[in-house]
């Protein structure tokens, strides 16, 4: 009998959703929170479907643990090399896409037509049009081409723009004009009127966009990040946005969670701070993951999505 433990503040929603299919050879445990679990009891479990944060604190503690489920798309809490790696993790895709789309071009698109602007004239009753550009032409940079990446260049094909794809590994992308590789990042920052980033933090994308590289953007350029703080020198762009040599930046996602309430980030005016919501995780979709894997699982096939460890994806 394989024995689940759901880790999660939506743990007992996890739970009913689990009812109907009522999967065979498996018992439920749930815990809203770590910290009310009994260490001890923790040694049967082999099954975890849990948040990355919290699993962290308990994994010395899962012995027979054989595979975890997350509910995150982002596992480097789990990568980290002195943890232990004896069980399989795999993590969401395929259901992040549209929410972050919907997240990264509702700013390009306020941006691009100065929506706060219409909304401030509006309230001092003004009648006074202003130029704005289309995104027809305008060239949208995406480091980080899987699913979510290429989610956003398939809409950014439906507004006519022209697509450049960073990727960690050489790959064609057939939603994307042109798909660099880390060692060509300089050539990637060319030209780009917004820079997206929907990296993973690992070793290799630790600090990659870093002084030297926000250099190379122009001083017109929106840099988006959804990825992971990790991924960009956090002190580097506070001053780079000082300076004026970007735009704007929009920010979900930062290297300390949650932003210091003192960081200089909070009051720069082309700055726009979202607390890591842009894509959330739903109970409903990150159920049919576990159901399938469970049933690859239980048959002895490869699960999806599966992470490896020392890429961290």
Request: contains cysteine.
């Amino acid at each position: 009998m394989n024995q689940l433990l759901i880790l999660s503040p939506d743990a007992q929603e996890y739970a009913r959703l689990l009812e109907p299919y009522a999967l065979e050879q498996l018992t439920i445990h749930t815990a809203s929170h770590y910290t009310t679990l009994d260490l001890a009891q923790l040694k049967a479990i082999n099954l975890v479907l849990g948040d990355p944060p919290w699993l962290v604190k308990l994994l010395a503690h899962l012995p027979e643990l054989q595979w975890v489920q997350s509910t995150f798309a982002g596992v480097n809490a789990l990568c980290a090399p002195q943890l232990p790696r004896h069980y399989q993790l795999t993590n969401v895709k395929a259901v992040f896409g549209p929410s972050m789309s919907e997240y990264v071009f509702g700013y390009i698109l306020a941006l691009e037509r100065d929506l706060l602007r219409a909304r401030m004239q509006q309230q001092q009753h003004q009648w006074q049009p202003f130029p704005y550009r289309s995104l027809v032409g305008l060239t949208l940079g995406i480091a980080g081409l899987g699913d979510i990446g290429q989610h956003l260049a398939s809409t950014a094909q439906h507004f006519g723009m022209r697509v450049k794809g960073l990727k960690l590994q050489a790959a064609v992308v057939p939603q994307v004009d042109e798909v660099y590789t880390v060692a060509e990042l300089s050539q990637f920052l060319q030209e780009l009127d917004y820079l997206v980033i929907t990296l993973p933090a690992t070793t290799q994308t630790q600090h990659l966009f870093n002084a030297t590289a926000l250099a190379q953007l122009k001083t017109e350029a929106v840099l988006i990040n959804v990825g992971r703080g990790a991924c960009v020198d956090q002190v580097a762009l506070t001053q780079c946005l000082k300076a004026r040599q970007l735009r704007a930046a929009v920010l979900d996602v930062f290297a300390e969670e949650p932003l210091a309430a003192d960081d200089p980030l909070w009051d720069l005016e082309q700055v726009y701070i979202t607390p890591h919501q842009a894509a959330v995780s739903v109970p409903a979709d990150i159920v049919k993951i576990f159901v399938r894997n469970y049933q690859r699982f239980q048959q002895g096939q490869p699960l999806d999505y599966l992470i490896d460890f020392t890429r961290g994806y």
